[in-house]
Protein backbone atom coordinates (compact mmCIF):
# COMPACT_ATOMS: atom_id res chain seq x y z
CA UNK A 1 0.00 0.00 0.00
CA UNK A 2 1.31 3.64 -0.92
CA UNK A 3 2.23 5.67 2.34
CA UNK A 4 2.56 9.46 2.99
CA UNK A 5 5.66 10.57 2.44
CA UNK A 6 7.04 14.27 2.79
CA UNK A 7 9.00 15.19 -0.08
CA UNK A 8 12.38 17.60 0.76
CA UNK A 9 14.30 18.95 -1.06
CA UNK A 10 18.04 20.21 0.73
CA UNK A 11 18.89 22.30 -1.96
CA UNK A 12 16.63 24.58 -3.51
CA UNK A 13 18.12 25.29 -7.40
CA UNK A 14 19.63 28.77 -7.86
CA UNK A 15 17.89 32.18 -7.67
CA UNK A 16 15.34 32.75 -10.68
CA UNK A 17 13.91 35.85 -12.72
CA UNK A 18 11.63 37.70 -10.55
CA UNK A 19 9.03 40.26 -11.81
CA UNK A 20 5.64 42.75 -10.15
CA UNK A 21 3.36 40.79 -12.66
CA UNK A 22 4.78 37.44 -12.53
CA UNK A 23 5.52 36.85 -8.73
CA UNK A 24 2.79 34.99 -7.81
CA UNK A 25 3.76 35.07 -4.18
CA UNK A 26 3.71 38.75 -4.53
CA UNK A 27 1.78 41.04 -1.95
CA UNK A 28 -0.57 41.90 -4.53
CA UNK A 29 -1.51 38.69 -5.24
CA UNK A 30 -1.65 37.54 -1.10
CA UNK A 31 -3.39 40.85 -0.04
CA UNK A 32 -6.08 40.00 -2.80
CA UNK A 33 -7.17 36.45 -1.70
CA UNK A 34 -7.09 37.97 2.05
CA UNK A 35 -9.54 40.34 1.13
CA UNK A 36 -11.92 37.92 -0.83
CA UNK A 37 -11.53 35.62 2.21
CA UNK A 38 -13.15 38.03 4.18
CA UNK A 39 -16.14 39.40 1.99
CA UNK A 40 -16.63 35.40 1.00
CA UNK A 41 -16.37 33.75 3.91
CA UNK A 42 -19.23 30.80 4.10
CA UNK A 43 -21.88 30.74 6.29
CA UNK A 44 -24.77 28.30 8.05
CA UNK A 45 -24.35 25.06 5.88
CA UNK A 46 -21.15 23.98 4.64
CA UNK A 47 -19.04 22.91 7.23
CA UNK A 48 -15.91 23.65 5.08
CA UNK A 49 -14.46 26.73 5.70
CA UNK A 50 -11.96 28.77 4.43
CA UNK A 51 -10.47 30.17 7.65
CA UNK A 52 -9.74 26.56 8.91
CA UNK A 53 -6.89 24.10 7.67
CA UNK A 54 -8.28 21.19 5.71
CA UNK A 55 -6.58 17.95 4.49
CA UNK A 56 -7.14 18.48 0.76
CA UNK A 57 -6.19 15.92 -2.02
CA UNK A 58 -4.93 17.33 -5.58
CA UNK A 59 -5.88 14.34 -8.07
CA UNK A 60 -2.99 15.14 -10.39
CA UNK A 61 -1.04 18.89 -9.33
CA UNK A 62 2.65 18.20 -11.02
CA UNK A 63 1.92 20.15 -14.02
CA UNK A 64 0.76 23.68 -15.16
CA UNK A 65 -2.54 24.49 -13.04
CA UNK A 66 -1.51 22.26 -10.28
CA UNK A 67 1.36 23.30 -9.86
CA UNK A 68 0.30 26.98 -8.74
CA UNK A 69 -2.96 25.68 -7.38
CA UNK A 70 -0.79 23.80 -4.64
CA UNK A 71 1.59 26.93 -3.84
CA UNK A 72 -1.75 28.27 -2.91
CA UNK A 73 -3.50 25.85 -0.82
CA UNK A 74 -0.18 25.56 1.15
CA UNK A 75 0.69 28.67 1.26
CA UNK A 76 -2.96 29.04 3.64
CA UNK A 77 -1.75 26.42 6.08
CA UNK A 78 -3.65 24.01 4.33
CA UNK A 79 -2.16 19.95 4.63
CA UNK A 80 -1.90 18.93 1.10
CA UNK A 81 -1.55 15.55 -1.12
CA UNK A 82 -0.41 15.18 -4.38
CA UNK A 83 -2.15 11.96 -6.03
CA UNK A 84 -0.01 11.28 -8.86
CA UNK A 85 1.76 7.99 -10.54
CA UNK A 86 5.21 9.34 -9.22
CA UNK A 87 6.23 9.81 -12.92
CA UNK A 88 7.32 13.40 -12.41
CA UNK A 89 9.13 15.71 -9.53
CA UNK A 90 6.51 16.27 -6.45
CA UNK A 91 7.84 19.87 -5.93
CA UNK A 92 9.84 22.10 -8.48
CA UNK A 93 10.58 25.29 -8.46
CA UNK A 94 8.40 27.44 -10.37
CA UNK A 95 9.62 30.89 -12.62
CA UNK A 96 9.92 33.47 -10.44
CA UNK A 97 9.29 32.26 -7.26
CA UNK A 98 12.06 32.44 -4.38
CA UNK A 99 14.63 29.88 -3.34
CA UNK A 100 13.03 30.07 0.80
CA UNK A 101 9.16 29.86 -0.64
CA UNK A 102 10.34 26.79 -2.59
CA UNK A 103 11.85 25.28 0.32
CA UNK A 104 9.08 26.22 2.55
CA UNK A 105 6.59 24.42 -0.05
CA UNK A 106 8.64 21.39 -0.56
CA UNK A 107 8.94 20.66 2.98
CA UNK A 108 5.07 20.47 3.36
CA UNK A 109 3.63 18.84 0.13
CA UNK A 110 2.83 14.94 0.67
CA UNK A 111 2.23 12.18 -2.31
CA UNK A 112 0.12 9.49 -2.67
CA UNK A 113 1.54 7.34 -5.41
CA UNK A 114 -1.27 5.39 -7.40
CA UNK A 115 -3.15 5.04 -10.29
CA UNK A 116 -6.08 6.90 -10.54
CA UNK A 117 -7.52 3.75 -12.68
CA UNK A 118 -6.68 0.89 -10.04
CA UNK A 119 -10.06 1.73 -8.44
CA UNK A 120 -9.26 -0.88 -5.49
CA UNK A 121 -6.34 1.22 -4.51
CA UNK A 122 -8.05 4.43 -4.81
CA UNK A 123 -10.62 3.52 -2.54
CA UNK A 124 -8.52 1.50 0.07
CA UNK A 125 -5.80 4.38 -0.10
CA UNK A 126 -8.43 7.18 0.06
CA UNK A 127 -10.62 5.66 2.92
CA UNK A 128 -7.75 4.83 5.21
CA UNK A 129 -6.05 8.55 4.43
CA UNK A 130 -9.09 10.41 4.59
CA UNK A 131 -9.53 13.62 2.99
CA UNK A 132 -11.75 17.02 4.04
CA UNK A 133 -11.53 18.24 0.32
CA UNK A 134 -10.95 17.10 -3.35
CA UNK A 135 -9.61 19.42 -6.43
CA UNK A 136 -9.77 16.75 -9.30
CA UNK A 137 -7.54 18.33 -11.70
CA UNK A 138 -6.54 15.82 -14.15
CA UNK A 139 -9.86 13.77 -14.22
CA UNK A 140 -11.39 12.87 -17.66
CA UNK A 141 -13.91 10.16 -16.73
CA UNK A 142 -16.86 10.00 -15.05
CA UNK A 143 -15.81 6.13 -13.70
CA UNK A 144 -12.51 8.10 -12.49
CA UNK A 145 -14.57 9.90 -10.11
CA UNK A 146 -17.01 7.15 -8.53
CA UNK A 147 -14.53 5.29 -6.39
CA UNK A 148 -13.37 8.97 -4.72
CA UNK A 149 -16.76 9.44 -3.64
CA UNK A 150 -17.09 5.82 -2.50
CA UNK A 151 -13.85 6.53 -0.64
CA UNK A 152 -14.82 9.40 1.37
CA UNK A 153 -18.36 9.82 2.19
CA UNK A 154 -17.54 12.37 5.07
CA UNK A 155 -15.78 14.40 1.97
CA UNK A 156 -17.07 18.50 2.88
CA UNK A 157 -16.45 19.61 -1.23
CA UNK A 158 -15.45 18.27 -4.50
CA UNK A 159 -14.11 20.72 -6.80
CA UNK A 160 -13.74 19.33 -10.47
CA UNK A 161 -11.64 21.20 -13.26
CA UNK A 162 -14.03 20.44 -15.96
CA UNK A 163 -13.82 22.93 -19.38
CA UNK A 164 -15.89 25.44 -21.83
CA UNK A 165 -15.19 22.63 -24.78
CA UNK A 166 -18.86 21.00 -22.91
CA UNK A 167 -21.17 23.91 -24.45
CA UNK A 168 -22.99 23.17 -27.60
CA UNK A 169 -21.83 25.78 -30.01
CA UNK A 170 -24.60 28.31 -30.67
CA UNK A 171 -24.80 30.99 -32.80
CA UNK A 172 -25.25 33.73 -29.96
CA UNK A 173 -22.12 33.68 -27.74
CA UNK A 174 -20.61 34.17 -24.96
CA UNK A 175 -21.55 31.17 -23.76
CA UNK A 176 -23.07 31.25 -20.03
CA UNK A 177 -22.98 28.56 -17.96
CA UNK A 178 -26.49 28.00 -18.17
CA UNK A 179 -26.12 27.09 -22.30
CA UNK A 180 -27.32 23.95 -24.02
CA UNK A 181 -24.36 21.22 -23.47
CA UNK A 182 -23.12 19.04 -26.32
CA UNK A 183 -23.11 15.58 -25.69
CA UNK A 184 -21.00 14.58 -28.34
CA UNK A 185 -18.07 16.92 -27.24
CA UNK A 186 -14.47 15.93 -26.70
CA UNK A 187 -14.93 16.86 -23.26
CA UNK A 188 -18.01 14.69 -23.29
CA UNK A 189 -16.25 12.73 -20.07
CA UNK A 190 -16.08 16.19 -18.17
CA UNK A 191 -19.88 16.36 -18.78
CA UNK A 192 -20.72 13.17 -17.36
CA UNK A 193 -18.72 14.07 -14.47
CA UNK A 194 -20.56 16.96 -13.94
CA UNK A 195 -23.95 14.93 -13.98
CA UNK A 196 -22.24 12.21 -11.85
CA UNK A 197 -21.51 15.10 -9.35
CA UNK A 198 -24.73 16.44 -9.60
CA UNK A 199 -26.73 12.60 -8.80
CA UNK A 200 -25.01 12.61 -5.64
CA UNK A 201 -25.10 13.55 -2.08
CA UNK A 202 -21.63 15.10 -2.50
CA UNK A 203 -21.11 19.38 -1.94
CA UNK A 204 -19.58 20.08 -5.47
CA UNK A 205 -18.06 23.08 -7.63
CA UNK A 206 -17.08 22.77 -11.15
CA UNK A 207 -14.77 25.20 -13.04
CA UNK A 208 -14.71 25.69 -16.58
CA UNK A 209 -11.93 27.27 -18.01
CA UNK A 210 -11.85 28.25 -21.44
CA UNK A 211 -8.24 28.71 -23.12
CA UNK A 212 -5.69 28.36 -20.30
CA UNK A 213 -2.29 29.85 -20.93
CA UNK A 214 1.12 31.27 -18.33
CA UNK A 215 4.12 30.25 -17.41
CA UNK A 216 5.00 26.29 -17.66
CA UNK A 217 1.82 25.81 -19.61
CA UNK A 218 1.97 21.71 -22.13
CA UNK A 219 -0.56 23.19 -24.49
CA UNK A 220 0.67 25.16 -27.18
CA UNK A 221 -1.41 28.23 -26.64
CA UNK A 222 1.01 31.22 -26.34
CA UNK A 223 4.30 29.13 -27.70
CA UNK A 224 2.86 28.30 -31.14
CA UNK A 225 2.93 32.70 -31.37
CA UNK A 226 6.16 32.65 -29.85
CA UNK A 227 8.17 30.13 -31.84
CA UNK A 228 7.11 31.98 -34.88
CA UNK A 229 7.97 35.59 -33.66
CA UNK A 230 11.56 34.69 -32.17
CA UNK A 231 12.01 33.51 -35.64
CA UNK A 232 10.70 36.14 -37.52
CA UNK A 233 8.95 34.41 -39.42
CA UNK A 234 5.02 35.30 -40.76
CA UNK A 235 1.83 33.88 -38.73
CA UNK A 236 0.03 31.94 -40.73
CA UNK A 237 -4.23 32.49 -39.89
CA UNK A 238 -6.88 30.52 -40.96
CA UNK A 239 -9.40 32.23 -43.17
CA UNK A 240 -10.24 36.06 -42.24
CA UNK A 241 -8.19 36.07 -38.78
CA UNK A 242 -11.23 38.21 -37.17
CA UNK A 243 -12.63 34.56 -34.90
CA UNK A 244 -13.03 35.84 -31.26
CA UNK A 245 -11.31 33.67 -28.88
CA UNK A 246 -10.68 33.90 -25.09
CA UNK A 247 -7.75 33.20 -22.53
CA UNK A 248 -7.55 32.83 -19.34
CA UNK A 249 -4.24 33.18 -16.95
CA UNK A 250 -3.09 30.54 -14.56
CA UNK A 251 -2.53 32.02 -12.16
CA UNK A 252 -6.09 33.46 -12.19
CA UNK A 253 -7.45 29.92 -12.50
CA UNK A 254 -6.01 29.11 -9.54
CA UNK A 255 -6.73 31.92 -7.55
CA UNK A 256 -10.57 30.77 -8.95
CA UNK A 257 -9.88 27.47 -7.39
CA UNK A 258 -9.09 28.66 -3.99
CA UNK A 259 -11.82 31.27 -3.65
CA UNK A 260 -14.82 28.48 -4.10
CA UNK A 261 -13.02 26.50 -1.63
CA UNK A 262 -15.65 26.41 1.62
CA UNK A 263 -17.84 28.98 -0.24
CA UNK A 264 -21.31 28.40 0.28
CA UNK A 265 -22.19 30.29 -2.67
CA UNK A 266 -20.18 28.03 -4.53
CA UNK A 267 -21.61 24.80 -3.61
CA UNK A 268 -23.38 22.69 -6.54
CA UNK A 269 -22.96 25.56 -9.22
CA UNK A 270 -20.84 25.75 -12.55
CA UNK A 271 -18.38 28.49 -13.07
CA UNK A 272 -16.79 29.82 -16.71
CA UNK A 273 -12.99 31.33 -15.77
CA UNK A 274 -10.81 33.29 -18.24
CA UNK A 275 -10.16 36.33 -19.00
CA UNK A 276 -12.47 39.51 -18.84
CA UNK A 277 -12.11 40.36 -22.55
CA UNK A 278 -12.12 38.56 -25.82
CA UNK A 279 -9.78 38.95 -28.70
CA UNK A 280 -9.58 38.10 -32.33
CA UNK A 281 -7.08 35.91 -33.91
CA UNK A 282 -5.13 38.09 -35.49
CA UNK A 283 -5.18 40.37 -32.42
CA UNK A 284 -4.13 37.78 -30.25
CA UNK A 285 -0.71 37.65 -32.42
CA UNK A 286 -0.47 41.39 -32.25
CA UNK A 287 -0.55 41.01 -28.50
CA UNK A 288 1.78 38.31 -28.22
CA UNK A 289 4.48 40.30 -30.07
CA UNK A 290 3.83 43.75 -27.82
CA UNK A 291 4.18 41.38 -24.65
CA UNK A 292 7.35 39.40 -25.74
CA UNK A 293 8.78 43.10 -27.09
CA UNK A 294 8.52 41.86 -30.96
CA UNK A 295 7.85 44.24 -33.85
CA UNK A 296 4.35 43.62 -34.81
CA UNK A 297 3.95 40.32 -37.09
CA UNK A 298 3.22 39.83 -40.52
CA UNK A 299 0.33 38.17 -40.56
CA UNK A 300 -0.80 35.44 -43.52
CA UNK A 301 -4.54 34.34 -44.16
CA UNK A 302 -5.28 31.62 -45.61
CA UNK A 303 -8.26 28.92 -46.30
CA UNK A 304 -7.58 25.80 -44.68
CA UNK A 305 -10.11 24.11 -46.94
CA UNK A 306 -7.50 24.22 -49.82
CA UNK A 307 -4.74 22.38 -47.79
CA UNK A 308 -3.85 18.85 -46.95
CA UNK A 309 -2.04 19.32 -43.59
CA UNK A 310 -2.19 15.21 -43.04
CA UNK A 311 -2.47 14.64 -39.33
CA UNK A 312 -0.86 17.70 -38.35
CA UNK A 313 -2.43 21.03 -37.06
CA UNK A 314 -1.31 24.05 -38.57
CA UNK A 315 -2.90 26.17 -35.59
CA UNK A 316 -3.31 25.78 -32.25
CA UNK A 317 -7.23 27.41 -31.72
CA UNK A 318 -10.47 26.09 -32.81
CA UNK A 319 -11.08 27.59 -36.32
CA UNK A 320 -14.15 29.34 -34.82
CA UNK A 321 -15.99 31.68 -32.38
CA UNK A 322 -14.98 30.34 -29.35
CA UNK A 323 -15.40 32.63 -25.29
CA UNK A 324 -17.38 32.18 -22.05
CA UNK A 325 -18.71 34.83 -20.15
CA UNK A 326 -17.67 35.24 -16.34
CA UNK A 327 -19.68 37.47 -15.43
CA UNK A 328 -20.75 34.98 -12.91
CA UNK A 329 -17.92 34.03 -11.28
CA UNK A 330 -17.57 38.00 -10.81
CA UNK A 331 -20.83 38.73 -9.14
CA UNK A 332 -21.15 35.03 -7.13
CA UNK A 333 -17.88 34.59 -6.00
CA UNK A 334 -16.33 38.38 -6.36
CA UNK A 335 -13.22 36.74 -8.09
CA UNK A 336 -11.93 38.70 -10.95
CA UNK A 337 -8.72 38.23 -12.84
CA UNK A 338 -5.41 40.09 -12.01
CA UNK A 339 -3.84 39.91 -15.48
CA UNK A 340 -5.33 41.51 -18.87
CA UNK A 341 -4.57 39.83 -22.00
CA UNK A 342 -0.56 41.67 -22.51
CA UNK A 343 0.42 41.59 -18.92
CA UNK A 344 -0.63 37.66 -18.27
CA UNK A 345 1.23 37.26 -21.97
CA UNK A 346 4.19 39.08 -20.92
CA UNK A 347 3.78 37.21 -17.93
CA UNK A 348 4.22 33.84 -19.26
CA UNK A 349 7.39 35.31 -22.03
CA UNK A 350 9.52 36.39 -19.08
CA UNK A 351 9.01 33.85 -16.73
CA UNK A 352 9.21 30.50 -19.56
CA UNK A 353 9.97 31.39 -23.29
CA UNK A 354 12.01 34.07 -22.82
CA UNK A 355 13.79 31.82 -20.66
CA UNK A 356 14.70 29.35 -23.62
CA UNK A 357 12.39 26.87 -21.81
CA UNK A 358 9.00 25.64 -24.01
CA UNK A 359 7.54 21.77 -23.96
CA UNK A 360 7.53 21.71 -28.14
CA UNK A 361 10.45 22.24 -30.38
CA UNK A 362 9.13 24.54 -33.25
CA UNK A 363 7.58 22.96 -36.15
CA UNK A 364 6.76 25.17 -39.22
CA UNK A 365 6.35 22.41 -42.20
CA UNK A 366 2.60 23.26 -42.40
CA UNK A 367 3.41 27.03 -42.28
CA UNK A 368 5.75 26.30 -45.39
CA UNK A 369 3.00 24.28 -46.90
CA UNK A 370 0.85 27.70 -46.55
CA UNK A 371 3.74 30.06 -47.31
CA UNK A 372 4.87 27.52 -50.31
CA UNK A 373 1.57 27.99 -52.13
CA UNK A 374 -0.62 30.79 -53.73
CA UNK A 375 -3.84 29.69 -52.27
CA UNK A 376 -3.70 31.95 -49.86
CA UNK A 377 -6.04 34.98 -49.10
CA UNK A 378 -5.04 38.40 -48.98
CA UNK A 379 -4.60 40.50 -45.99
Known amino acids: MASMVVVQHKQPSSAVLSSSLSDFNGARLTASLQYKRKLWQPKGALSVTASSAKKILIMGGTRFIGLFLSRLLVKEGHQVTLFTRGKAPIAQQLPGEPDTDFADFSSKILHLKGDRKDFDFVKSSLSAEGFDVVYDINGREADEVEPILDALPNLEQY ?140 IIHYNPKEFDFGKKKPFPFRDQHFFASVEKAKSVLGWKPEFDLVEGLADSYNLDFGRGTYRKEADFSTDDIILGKSLVLQN
Open 159 to 298: IYCSSAGVYLKTDCPPHFESDAVDPKSRHKGKLETESLLASRDVNWTSIRPVYIYGPLNYNPVEEWFFHRLKAGRPIPIPNSGLQITQLGHVKDLATAFVTVLGNEKASKEVFNIAGEKYVTFDGLAKACAKAAGFPEPE
